[in-house]
């Protein structure tokens, strides 16, 4: 079973933005939702942001307005555009279905927010 892949996590000052980008293969963007995922400090992997095959996002209220989530299917992938980051935003950060399928979680990319 393959992993999906997660890129674009680094260190920025609190206000700043990043991208993320996640890679998988067809066989999981295929007509799933998908979403991104942040393990914070007590190791729980909390979903964040979700979208639908056809485009349709949902986000947690911590993170609307600041974040947006979308895809691209012709390139099986996934994206996280944050800005206006805050240090409680820290942590790595996952992309996976939505429900999770356990098989698909990669190494996830690591988001570290300075004040």
């Known amino acids: 079973q393959g992993r999906l892949v997660e890129s674009g996590g680094g260190l920025v000052q609190a206000g700043g933005s990043l991208r993320l980008t996640c890679v998988g293969s067809?066989?999981?963007?295929?007509?799933?939702?998908m979403g991104w995922y942040r393990q914070g400090p007590e190791n729980a992997r909390e979903l964040w942001a979700y979208?639908?095959?056809?485009?349709?996002?949902n986000y947690e209220d911590s993170v609307k307005g600041r974040f947006r989530i979308s895809r691209d299917n012709s390139k099986n992938t996934l994206y996280l555009q944050m800005n206006s980051l805050k240090p409680e935003d820290s942590g790595v950060y996952f992309c996976?279905?939505?429900?999770?399928?356990?098989?698909?979680w990669g190494q996830g990319t690591q988001v570290t927010v300075s004040p």
């Open positions: 996976n279905t939505y429900p999770i399928r356990s098989d698909y």
């Open positions: 067809g066989s999981i963007f295929s007509y799933n939702t």
């Open positions: 979208i639908t095959h056809d485009g349709r996002a």
